[in-house]
């Protein structure tokens, strides 16, 4: 008896709070098809609030998360403020079947690999700054997320300050 009514109960709690929150123009509606591409959160002190979706070419960033996997959104800063991280190319996957293990590590390597030394201006293997990329999941990839989004770090973790593109190094 306890299950069937916590079972019929969340179900109408949710729809109620659905509701509600249509009504309350506070209440953030998530979008099922993915984020607006020029929508950003308010913005945080020093830079704003971005969906890893919304990083743009040149994009300078923060990335406070604790883990290195799932992250949802970054601070984007200034490029001339110290960052962390520099959007450099956003991809698209082909195909329609998510890419697992070393299928995706190929598509990361095509998507970030010749667009480094288009971007910084040197190759990557002779260069000082690091390749890092956010890359969709099999559930983001189920909800259409198919852009891989390169980035670069600096090769000893410290932080940026100024635009890595055309840097040479």
Same mark, same amino acid.
């Given at each position: 008896m306890?299950? /069937? #009514? $916590? %079972?019929l109960?969340l179900?109408?709690? +949710?729809?109620?709070? +659905?509701? +509600? ?8 509606? $998530? ?5 607006d591409?020029g =929508? /950003?959160?308010?913005p %945080?002190?020093?830079g704003?609030a971005?969906?890893?979706?919304? #990083?743009?070419?040149g994009?300078?960033?923060? @990335? ?15 490029? $001339?403020?110290?960052?962390?991280? &520099?959007a450099?190319?956003?991809? @698209? ?5 998510f890419? &697992?293990?070393?299928a995706?590590?190929?598509?990361v390597?095509n %998507?970030?690999? @010749?667009?480094? %030394? ?6 990557? @293997?002779?260069?000082?700054y ?7 999941t099999?559930g ?5 997320d198919r852009?891989?989004?390169c980035?670069? *770090?600096?090769g ?6 100024? $635009? +890595? *593109?055309? =840097?040479? *190094?």
């Amino acid at each position: 008896m306890r299950k /069937t #009514l $916590s %079972a019929l109960v969340l179900p109408a709690a +949710l729809v109620f709070a +659905l509701g +509600l929150s249509a009504c309350n123009p506070d209440v953030p509606i $998530s979008d099922p098809t993915g984020p607006d591409e020029g =929508a /950003t959160a308010p913005p %945080a002190e020093g830079g704003r609030a971005t969906p890893v979706a919304g #990083l743009r070419v040149g994009d300078c960033f923060n @990335d406070e998360s604790a883990t290195d996997s799932d992250v949802d959104s970054v601070e984007v800063v200034d490029c $001339s403020a110290p960052h962390q991280y &520099e959007a450099y190319n956003n991809h @698209d996957i082909p195909g329609s079947d998510f890419p &697992e293990g070393e299928a995706m590590g190929r598509e990361v390597r095509n %998507a970030c690999y @010749d667009s480094f %030394a288009t971007y910084v201006g040197i190759s990557y @293997d002779n260069s000082t700054y690091r390749i890092n990329s956010f890359n969709p999941t099999s559930g983001s990839w189920a909800q259409g997320d198919r852009t891989i989004t390169c980035t670069i *770090k600096s090769g000893d973790g410290s932080r940026i300050t100024g $635009s +890595l *593109k055309g =840097a040479a *190094k």
